[in-house]
């Protein structure tokens, strides 16, 4: 993959975009049936928010993972790379837990994991590359506000 630095980039965006379009999938159909339902903060963001959020998010995490690699020439400890898909799969999971399976509290439990992942991963990318953790800390960020957005949500519906 060195040899062709495009043909990586573009590796980056499918598998990170394909773990979105699982959450996706998985918001779909509850985003419009059972997540109005429920009791939400006064600072919830408005539904259409989400989709340019994460589309700018998911391109800036491929980008950051992208340049990572490139300058690592995928040398960098398989630790990283196993970090990276796992936090993917945990992302994925996240949507999972949260709308197919109406689970706010599971939800709170994964991206409590999910935002342990993306620190480690902050700090990994931006020792090898500021502006790859420049690229992932907006993720990080985004994250941290959904954690606590999820947290106040799981505590407004407590039954």
Do not use: H
């Amino acid at each position: 993959m060195p040899q062709r630095p495009y043909l990586t980039l573009a590796f980056f965006l499918i598998v990170t975009f394909a773990a979105g379009a699982i959450g996706s999938a998985a918001t779909f159909e509850n985003v419009r049936s059972w997540y109005p339902s429920l009791n939400k903060p006064s600072w919830n963001p408005p539904g259409w928010i989400f989709g340019p959020v994460w589309s700018c998010l998911y391109t800036a995490m491929a980008v950051a993972a992208w340049r990572v690699w490139r300058i690592q020439i995928g040398s960098t400890a398989p630790s990283v790379w196993r970090v990276y898909g796992t936090q993917l799969g945990l992302n994925a999971l996240w949507s999972l837990c949260f709308f197919a399976w109406r689970r706010p509290d599971l939800a709170l439990l994964d991206i409590a994991a999910l935002w342990t992942l993306l620190v480690f991963t902050l700090v990994r990318f931006w020792r090898i590359d500021r502006v790859a953790g420049w690229l992932w800390a907006p993720y990080v960020a985004w994250v941290s506000f959904a954690a606590v957005l999820n947290a106040t949500i799981y505590g407004l519906n407590r039954s």
